[in-house]
């Protein structure tokens, strides 16, 4: 009997160990992204509003039961934006609204079946999903045009 006490005890340690909160990682620019933004330089550019599509959780992402904690306003939305002024404001590009889109980018990466290693994977990758998205934005033919300069 003892040794089911002591498989169970484990087995409610292993399950505790898998439910996790950590909060997104820190945005840092990523290279592609700033060298699109200083060539098309021109205008400054400042950064609006952003909000969640209707129906889109913006304040909770699960991973395996675990949870990823958004950005400093407690949305993933001003995590965007958050990563969207870092972006800027490394490539020397803040300050006007000039262009409004709604943009997709899909990113997968290599997971496991086990949740120690595929959740710190799952949010290693939120950070690159991100770069990835702003980088589609900086280099959209539409973001160029409404960014290059303007004559005189």
Same mark, same amino acid.
């Given at each position: 009997?003892?040794?089911?006490?002591?498989?169970?005890?484990?087995?409610?340690?292993?399950?505790?160990?898998?439910?996790?909160?950590?909060?997104?990682?820190?945005?840092?620019?990523?290279?592609?992204?700033?060298?699109?933004?200083?060539?098309?330089?021109?205008?400054?550019?400042?950064?609006?509003?952003?909000?969640?599509?209707?129906?889109?959780?913006?304040?909770?992402?699960?991973?395996?039961?675990?949870?990823?904690?958004?950005?400093?306003?407690? %949305?993933?939305?001003?995590?965007?934006?958050? $990563?969207?002024?870092?972006? =800027?404001? #490394?490539?020397?590009? &803040?300050?006007?609204? !000039?262009?409004?889109?709604?943009?997709?980018?899909?990113?997968?990466?290599?997971?496991?079946?086990?949740?120690?290693?595929?959740?710190? %994977?799952?949010?290693?990758?939120?950070?690159? $999903?991100?770069?990835?998205? =702003?980088? #589609?934005?900086?280099? &959209?033919?539409?973001? !160029?045009?409404?960014?290059?300069?303007?004559?005189?």
């Amino acid at each position: 009997m003892a040794w089911l006490r002591l498989a169970m005890a484990a087995l409610v340690a292993a399950s505790l160990g898998a439910c996790v909160s950590m909060p997104a990682p820190m945005y840092q620019p990523s290279v592609g992204s700033s060298q699109a933004l200083l060539a098309s330089a021109g205008t400054s550019i400042e950064v609006g509003g952003f909000s969640a599509a209707h129906g889109v959780e913006n304040t909770a992402l699960g991973v395996r039961g675990s949870r990823l904690e958004p950005g400093s306003d407690g %949305t993933y939305a001003g995590y965007l934006r958050d $990563a969207l002024a870092t972006e =800027l404001k #490394a490539a020397g590009r &803040d300050g006007e609204v !000039v262009y409004d889109r709604t943009l997709r980018v899909d990113h997968e990466w290599d997971s496991s079946f086990l949740g120690a290693i595929a959740i710190p %994977t799952a949010f290693d990758n939120y950070a690159a $999903a991100v770069q990835k998205l =702003l980088q #589609a934005l900086f280099t &959209d033919p539409g973001f !160029v045009a409404a960014t290059a300069p303007r004559p005189g």
